[in-house]
């Protein structure tokens, strides 16, 4: 990890905030995420249990898939399923994943790839390894993302973007001591590729061990620093905070992220992804792959699914209607 790196002393350099100017961002909370079985049963980590929905806005759900390094014929995804009413972002670290929607899209992702999949009013998808992945094994680790939608854009027509890795901005922290993937949305001037109906930012840090990250952050926005891997301190009270776990920040312009000067000899870097977004303030009503803002709303997603109006696969991969809906990654 990670499959996409570069020179920092050749990148773009972000700027140090003036905290006289974007005051620093107070850790709010720094929670653990369990553990649990997604699809057919792959391990994934629950990146926001126990988060108040208040906080995340306007970010759902977010599952940490892996990393585990499959054996051949273990390799595992889902079965056909719906989705209303979000965005799911698939970002894959290190692995392969073939998407499939009944709108058209889909495709395979790879090594730093991102699968930004807009269900709006309605679709079914899939995703699983490709075949010769299943047959040989190998390393799987990535991020399933989902980032809600407001309520003028429940119902927008679906959308499909397949972004690859050499897409996204690199940039250096001003010292180069960590590596800057931003994914979507802006920071410090440099644009990601992922457009949002959501205004968001969504960035992948590797911090050398010791190194201190000090970002501009819009104030507007929330902030979570999840760690994908290593160990370190968020915020400048340095609040320590390891693989697995999410830091949330109270108000401010800045964002501060520090990896520990040792780090564990498999994860030689504090790898973390760093997600804000503006808020919504909409009310949420979530059920399994549905997300909306009435209860009403979600039976309806229910009935619509029931009926094939979320859309149409092939007759001999129709999926099973009339059991359990899951509540994590879809």
């Given amino acids: 990890m990670p499959a996409v790196t570069a020179d ?6 972000v700027v140090v905030p003036d905290p006289a100017v974007a005051g620093p961002r107070p850790v709010r909370s720094v929670t653990t995420a369990p ?32 990393e585990v390094e499959y054996a051949p014929g273990e390799p595992k995804g889902t079965p056909w399923h719906p989705h209303r009413g979000f965005e799911t972002v698939t970002y894959m670290i ?9 709108n058209g899209g889909g495709g395979t992702i790879t ?6 999949m807009t269900a709006g009013a309605g679709l079914l998808h899939i995703e699983k ?12 680790h990535g991020i399933q993302l989902w980032v809600n939608l407001p309520r003028a854009h429940k119902f927008h027509l679906p959308r499909y973007q397949d972004i690859r890795a050499r897409e996204a901005a690199l940039l250096a922290s001003s010292d180069g001591g960590a590596l800057l993937r931003v994914i979507a949305g802006e920071l410090d001037g440099h644009a990601g590729p992922g457009v949002t109906f959501t205004p968001i930012t969504m960035v992948h840090a590797t911090i050398a061990p010791g190194a201190r990250l000090d970002l501009p952050w819009n104030p507007g926005f929330n902030a979570l620093a999840y760690v994908l891997a290593g160990q370190g301190f968020a915020g400048a009270e340095r609040r320590p905070f390891r693989k697995g776990q999410l830091a949330t920040f ?11 000067t040792a780090q564990p000899q498999a994860e030689p870097n504090l790898e973390v992804l760093l997600l804000g977004g503006q808020p919504i303030r909409e009310p949420v009503v979530h059920y399994g792959p549905f997300v909306m803002n009435t209860r009403d709303e979600i039976i309806q997603a229910m009935e619509d699914y029931q009926a094939g109006r979320l859309g149409v696969i092939p007759p001999e991969r129709v999926p099973h209607t009339d059991g359990p809906l899951t509540t994590g990654t879809e």
């Fill in 94 to 102: 290190d692995g392969v994943f073939e998407h499939q929607d009944s």
């Fill in 250 to 260: 109270g108000a401010g312009g800045s964002l501060t992220v520090a990896a520990d």
């Fill in 35 to 66: 553990s649990g079985l997604e699809g057919e049963g792959f391990p994934v980590r629950r990146a926001f249990a126990g988060v108040p929905q208040s906080v995340l806005d306007p970010f759902i759900h977010m599952d940490q898939m892996g």
């Fill in 8 to 13: 920092t002393l050749t990148l773009p350099r």
């Fill in 111 to 116: 090594d730093g790839d991102t699968q930004w």
């Fill in 129 to 140: 390894p490709p075949e010769h992945l299943v047959v040989s094994g190998g390393l799987f």
